[in-house]
Nanobody
Framework: VQLQASGGGLVQAGGSLRLSCAASDRTLSTYDMGWFRQAPGKEREFVAR?????????DYADSVKGRFTISRDDNKNTVYLQMTSLKPEDTAVYYC??????????????????WGQGTLVTVSS
């Protein structure tokens, strides 16, 4: 599956952005989808995850819980990350990733096989 992330940009602290991850594959519903981010000089970290459509489940890093919401629209082959109350420390390149269902849930980026190209989010103070 090929993934295309978009929606990044420059926003002031306290603002909102919605990232999108469009998939080329109509079988997106069979993938667990995740968002990860990487700030300059830091390792890639888990942000949020949504389980494949046969099950229900989302998971968030503590740093974004209550501010970010991940969702999926399998009819549009798209996963979203709604980000609110943004902070300067949210500044990073955000990546969407896919993992075939059936292998359990994971926050580890090494467990995701398919990746989008990344979209830059910059939050100014």
């Amino acid at each position: 599956v090929q993934l295309q992330a978009s929606g990044g940009g420059l926003v002031q602290a306290g603002g909102s952005l919605r990232l999108s991850c469009a998939a080329s594959d109509r079988t997106l519903s069979t993938y667990d989808m995740g968002w990860f981010r990487q700030a300059p000089g830091k390792e890639r970290e888990f942000v949020a995850r949504v389980t494949w459509s046969g099950e229900e489940g989302t998971d968030y890093a503590d740093s974004v819980k209550g501010r970010f919401t991940i969702s999926r629209d399998d009819n549009k082959n798209t996963v979203y990350l709604q980000m609110t109350s943004l902070k300067p420390e949210d500044t990073a390149v955000y990546y969407c990733a896919a993992r075939r269902y059936g292998y359990g849930t994971s926050r580890n980026f090494n467990d995701y096989l398919y990746w989008g190209q990344g979209t830059l989010v910059t939050v100014s103070s």
